[in-house]
Each structure stands twice: as structure tokens, then as C-alpha cells.
């Protein structure tokens, strides 16, 4: 399910999209969903999947755009 994560957002208005940056918005943005446990998957294991496509999203669109 989309998730608009806002607290993330804010985080990082006005702030370069440096490998830092980008790290802490990672773990922020797991604290703003509520996953399920399912025979799919466990709610932390769907968390820590959420820092690594947030991360891997975000260094895809700096790069995308010339670092």
C-alpha cells in the first residue's frame, strides 16, 4: 500500500541528498508504516525492505540527475 511518509519528507526539505541524509531518511521513513505479518513476509523484515528501496530509490534519482 502507497504511503505518503511526511515525517521523512520534512526531514529533508532544504537538505542535500548526500549518503548521510539519504541514510537517516531511511530509517525514518520504516517508523512511518505499519506492515503486516504474513506467510509473505514478517512486519520487520517488510520495515528493513522499506530503508532499502527508500535508499536504493533516492541514490537512483541523484544519480539519474547528474549526483
Do not use: H
Not at 12 to 29: E, F, M, S
Not at 46 to 64: H, L, S, Y
Amino acid at each position: 500500500t502507497p504511503v505518503r511518509a511526511r515525517k521523512t519528507e520534512e526531514m529533508l526539505i532544504g537538505k542535500k541528498l548526500v549518503v548521510a541524509n539519504i541514510g537517516k531518511a531511511a530509517g525514518t521513513v520504516s517508523t512511518e508504516i505499519s506492515p503486516i505479518d504474513d506467510v509473505r513476509g514478517t512486519a520487520d523484515y517488510r520495515r528493513k525492505m522499506t530503508e532499502v528501496c527508500f535508499r536504493d530509490a533516492v541514490q537512483e534519482a541523484v544519480g539519474r540527475r547528474g549526483g
